[in-house]
């Protein structure tokens, strides 16, 4: 990577379908492909980027709204797929992707560190519903950012990445009272708020008040629930948490919540706390 702003934008965020990117405005890294190969590409060319700069494609887990275009991306276009092999496996499972990873499968091992390009990445695991379900801590240009998503429950490895990280996206997927007095049927009530489901705005809130330092910078929430969230209320919940620490956004930090369906504008990580109002 020749230019040495960190950049990062929302393509989309939520159960339509996750994908990131990560990089700078010459090359990058996409985390997750849940959207189609043609809207991943149509949002790249708005950065002035094109398939031949995503140097690879890095998984959390292998539900469809995480990998639905890997198969298109991986075997037609030629961009690396990383992985678990337990997650890689569960690609393989999955119908949802018609064309199945070959030449393009590209492993790691969760927890082992491991230099990409002017990347350093890390890997956690998170406790969800999926074959193998991970999160990832990258530095790159003295910034540290930190993506956990589809969190069912907390752990050490998750409050250790926001103790060290710059920049975080992080799960606030439902707000326990609405999802409560929701339409999902009971079962899917449950899978939801299981150890093994989604983190609600109230967890998310605790986790980040609990753990904040004095480098985090921007924290953007993601996977927000259609028909159990509302991004106000995320943010809200965030804000009050935050405040009772006596921190304040747009002074201490950036608060975001990233749109399901509409692409972000692209942020530019550095030591700086975003300015967007």
């Known amino acids: 990577m020749s230019d040495e702003k960190l950049i990062f934008r929302s393509f989309a965020s939520g159960s339509s379908g996750n994908c990131y990117y990560l990089g700078t405005q010459k090359r990058g890294i996409l985390l997750d492909a849940g959207i189609s190969a043609r809207e991943i590409q149509r949002r790249l060319r708005e950065m002035q980027l094109d398939f031949e700069d995503i140097m690879g494609v890095f998984v959390t887990h292998d539900h469809a709204d995480h990998i639905r275009a890997v198969g298109t991306l991986g075997e037609r276009i030629h961009i690396p797929i990383y992985s678990t092999a337990n997650i890689h496996s569960g690609i393989d499972r999955n119908y949802g992707v018609q064309e199945k990873l070959k030449t393009s499968r590209r492993y790691f ?69 609405m999802l409560l007095n929701g339409p999902y049927p009971t079962y899917l009530k449950e899978r939801i708020l299981s150890p093994r489901g989604h983190q609600s705005n109230s967890t998310c809130a605790r986790l980040l008040a609990d753990n904040f330092h004095n480098g985090l910078r921007n924290i953007f929430l993601c996977h927000l629930s259609q028909d159990n969230n509302d991004p106000d209320v995320a943010l809200q919940t965030v804000e009050s948490a935050l405040g009772s620490n006596g921190l304040y956004k747009h002074e201490d930090y950036f608060l975001k919540a990233l749109d399901r369906l509409t692409p972000s504008p692209v942020y530019i990580l550095n030591d700086d706390i975003i300015t967007e109002y």
Do not use: W
């Open 109 to 177: 091992e969760k927890g082992v560190p491991f230099d990409f390009f002017d990347m350093h990445i890390n890997t956690f695991g998170i406790s969800h519903d999926s074959t193998e379900c991970v999160g990832y801590v990258i530095q790159a240009f003295g910034q540290t950012f930190m993506l956990a998503t589809d969190c069912g429950e907390p752990s050490e490895e998750l409050e250790a990445g926001i103790r060290m990280s710059n920049h975080i996206v992080i799960e606030a997927n439902h707000d326990e009272r």
